[in-house]
């Protein structure tokens, strides 16, 4: 009975993609994987040498550092002004860089904590923002009540007898919503509503009234889509 002749391969792999190269290996059916002759491993996986996985913990280590410092390039990149332009760094050539490299500029820099305060930054600039959103859309509605003849604090709290109420409703249907609002407080409240604007779909609303009438009121205005805000 002939034998055939086989022959011992080396492979290697990254450790990522380890058992993804062991798998198609084996779909093969003509490759036996053994360990090697200086032990390690377990019977049909290939054994790992102390160096090798050193060198797995490094390349993991680099990965997570290039991790962050594509963050921190991501972050300070609007800041950064070069000549030729994002355009010309982007399609030209690169300087070549190893991995030992860059394990030095890694023992030589905490990019760690670099890319921790940049994202603190990131986040306060982040509430900076809404904080400003907030403010500019509240200076708009104010804008809209500018004439409102009492004091903010009867819309926003009111007394123990007075509330108010605050809302937007159609340009179309503002008469009838002072209509409507006059013939059920019978007197014993007002009504403001801000001039609208040609073209303009809604304008805002604002009721004063006794709280003993909140409910009527309510239901009454509801009718008229007014969204209470």
């Known amino acids: 009975m002939a034998v055939t002749k086989v022959k011992k391969v080396r492979i290697l792999s990254h450790h990522e993609a380890l058992d993804q190269v062991i798998a198609e290996i084996q779909k093969l059916g003509c490759c036996e994987i053994i360990g090697r002759d200086d032990g390690g491993g377990k019977e049909g996986e290939p054994a790992v040498s102390p160096s090798g996985r050193s060198r797995d913990r490094l390349s993991l280590d680099l990965d997570s550092n290039l991790s962050d410092v594509r963050f921190v390039l991501r972050f300070l990149e609007p800041l950064y002004s070069e000549e030729g332009g994002k355009l010309e760094r982007m399609l030209g050539p690169k300087p070549p860089v190893s991995f030992s490299d860059l394990s030095l500029l890694k023992n030589s820099t905490d990019i760690s904590m ?37 004091p903010m604090w009867m819309i926003s709290r009111g007394t123990g007898k007075v509330m108010g109420v605050m809302g937007t409703v159609p340009v179309s249907q503002a008469s009838g919503l002072e209509s409507d609002f006059l013939s059920v407080v019978e007197g014993e409240g007002e009504i ?3 001039p ?11 009721m004063v009234f006794s709280r003993s009438m909140e409910s009527q009121v309510m239901e009454s205005v509801a009718k008229l889509s007014l969204i209470h805000i």
Not at 124 to 132: C, H
């Open 114 to 150: 670099i890319n921790s305060e940049a994202r603190a930054i990131e986040r306060q600039l982040a509430e900076t923002r809404s904080e400003l959103t907030q403010i500019s859309n509240q200076l708009t509605l104010l804008g809209s009540i500018k004439d409102f003849p009492l």
């Open 192 to 194: 403001f509503i801000a």
């Open 196 to 206: 609208a604007f040609e073209k303009q779909p809604e304008t805002h609303a604002v």
